[in-house]
């Protein structure tokens, strides 16, 4: 019998073979096991946790992510496209802004915030909402803005009071007509349920209590805490329903307890959100104007109901001045009919025109190929009262050339809903300009302070228009010494952390009132608070070592 020759090749075949998937379980183990220097693993946010999965699953679900990826691109792009404009967004091109030489990262640049945060959280004497002595009803009056600050100094009367807040009525008889209820501007459950620590909030005044006793009452403006917990608390003894017949100004602006002022910030910045499809086409416009770069947020307050109220016809015809002359007139509850147009513009009361604010904008720097969306609603004059301002900023796009009839068919015949989009894209725009410090840019500006200082230049019409004069009678020239001039002038006005501003030397009763900056405007130092430097905390707590 012959002996079994030895056969060294399909050995070292096996051995290779236990090699190579030795070496693979390793090289697939170490993909989803990671070794640390420590025995004991770290704390890793969820957002790091991901599921173990098989090679062969990995590449599946990558294959899978980029396709989707693409797909959601493809959709997105043709979204954030407005479907009505055929033409892309301009390229960019060299700067060309009136003074020769601009920094373009410092046109956008927002001002340095100082480490101001929102600091709005009650404190620790804060309590639950204590057992309620009555129904508080507000019929809000105005405009969008004027309704939503009313609404949160309601929020606030209610708590100190001790009433039910039922969800207010907005106006419907205002200059705009907007039939538009709570609902179909703002989040209703969400205003309910952000404010269930703060006060009891319902929709609608309970049926037993239709025969209830029932006073409508006209709310002193600028109260304090003494004027409610005396004069309107004392109400609940013979009547069980409150109604508020207006909702602006009735709330102090300062000399109030710290908690009440942070509920006024809770409700105006988190519990009052617009309704979810404003949200989402708010969000839309937002996102084809950024398709264009950033992009200034200009509330162009040149609309007729603000002309005819303030009586500014500068750049009018004399038909023009007659009709809005008429329409103030005609307005019952516009007390001031009489105006001189000319002294209240040199007084920097009048609105810019849109041909004052393209010499404004190109003064500043920014170059004629800045996207400018206009918030606003219809301008006086039509298209051709904006040429001066078009022929400098081409790329001037509004919420009726980003989207399409269709798109905007919902909120189109509510002036409520269509000022909330405008108020959406203001918020996110990258610089945020007033032509005229009414309720909308006043409510702007204080959120933007409120969420970190954006950008906001709110000029000063009073010295504007004397250099715009100046240039009309041929004193002067655009160019660097003009450019430098209004540069200088808005240096200090761009939105920087500042205490609120109390009222004017000398003032008394009412107008001391009116003269304060509105709360509303300003936050600071109510709800927004200075983070302490990392060495500040290290200095004070080395103290408080050594003093104990």
């Given at each position: 019998m012959h002996k079994r020759r030895w056969r060294p090749v399909p050995l070292m075949r096996k051995m290779l073979t236990f090699a190579i998937c030795t070496i693979g379980t390793l090289a697939l183990f170490s993909v989803h096991v990671q070794f640390f220097p420590s025995s004991k693993l770290p704390d890793l946010p969820d957002l790091y946790n991901l599921p173990t999965?098989?090679?062969?699953?990995?590449?599946?679900?990558?294959?899978?992510?980029?396709?989707?990826?693409?797909e959601?691109?493809?959709?997105?792009?043709?979204?954030?496209?407005?479907?009505?404009?055929?033409?892309?967004?301009?390229?960019?091109?060299?700067?060309?802004g009136a003074s020769g030489k601009v920094?373009?990262?410092?046109?956008?640049?927002?001002?340095p915030n100082r480490d101001y945060r929102p600091c709005v959280d009650s404190s620790y004497y804060y309590t639950f909402p204590v057992e309620s002595r009555g129904y508080l009803l507000v019929h809000t009056n105005g405009?969008?803005?004027?309704?939503?600050?009313?609404?949160?100094?309601?929020?606030?009367?209610?708590?100190?009071?001790?009433?039910t807040l039922v969800v207010p009525e907005l106006d419907k008889r205002s200059f705009w007509q907007d039939s538009s209820n709570f609902s179909d501007v703002f989040d209703e459950e969400h205003f309910i349920n952000s404010l269930a620590n703060d006060v009891n909030v319902i929709k609608k005044l309970p049926k037993e209590m239709a025969a209830a006793s029932k006073i409508v009452k006209h709310f002193r403006s600028w109260s304090g805490m003494e004027y409610y917990q005396g004069e309107i608390a004392s109400l609940w003894k013979d009547f069980q329903v409150i109604r508020a017949a207006k909702s602006d100004s009735r709330l102090a602006n300062n000399n109030l307890p710290s908690d009440i002022q942070k509920l006024r910030c809770r409700a105006c910045y988190e519990a009052l959100q617009f309704a979810p499809r404003i949200e989402s086409m708010g969000k839309l416009l937002v996102a084809r104007m950024r398709s264009y770069g950033p992009y200034i947020a200009l509330h162009l307050r040149y609309e007729k109901d603000m002309l005819a109220f303030s009586g500014c016809t500068h750049g009018l015809s004399s038909a023009e001045a007659d009709e809005l002359k008429k329409i103030r007139e005609d307005t019952v509850y516009w007390k001031v009919k009489d105006?001189?147009?000319?002294?209240?513009?040199l007084k920097g009361y009048c609105p810019l025109t849109p041909k004052e604010v393209a010499l404004f904008l190109a003064a500043l720097g920014y170059p004629s190929n800045t996207p400018i969306y206009i918030a606003s609603g219809e301008i006086y004059g039509g298209d051709a009262r904006l040429g001066d301002l078009q022929s400098r900023y081409p790329i001037l796009m509004s919420k009726e050339k980003l989207a399409s009839v269709e798109e905007l068919e919902p909120f189109t015949d509510h002036a409520s809903q269509m000022a909330a989009l405008d108020y959406i894209v203001s918020i996110e725009s990258d610089v945020f300009i007033p032509s005229y410090s009414g309720n909308m840019a006043r409510a702007v500006e204080g959120h933007r302070r409120f969420l970190g200082h954006r950008k906001t230049i709110s000029p000063d019409r009073k010295a504007l228009v004397r250099l715009f004069d100046k240039l009309e009678r041929g004193k002067m020239k655009e160019g660097e010494f003009f450019s430098n001039r209004i540069i200088e002038i808005h240096k200090r006005r761009q939105g920087s952390p500042r205490k609120r501003k109390g009222p004017i030397s000398g003032t008394k009763g009412m107008d001391r009132f009116r003269s304060e900056e509105a709360f509303y405007v300003n936050p600071l130092?109510?709800?927004?608070?200075?983070?302490?430097?990392?060495?500040?905390?290290?200095?004070?707590?080395?103290?408080?070592v050594a003093i104990r």
């Open positions: 999965t098989t090679a062969t699953t990995q590449l599946h679900d990558i294959t899978k992510f980029s396709r989707l990826e693409s959601q691109e493809q959709s997105l792009s043709i979204e954030i496209t407005p479907p009505h404009l055929s033409k892309p967004p301009l390229p960019s091109r060299k700067l060309d920094d373009f990262a410092k046109l956008w640049k927002p001002p405009g969008l803005n004027q309704m939503r600050a009313g609404i949160c100094d309601m929020v606030a009367v209610a708590r100190i009071i001790n009433a105006i001189e147009s000319e002294e209240q513009r130092p109510d709800c927004l608070c200075q983070r302490q430097s990392p060495r500040l905390n290290a200095s004070l707590t080395s103290t408080s």
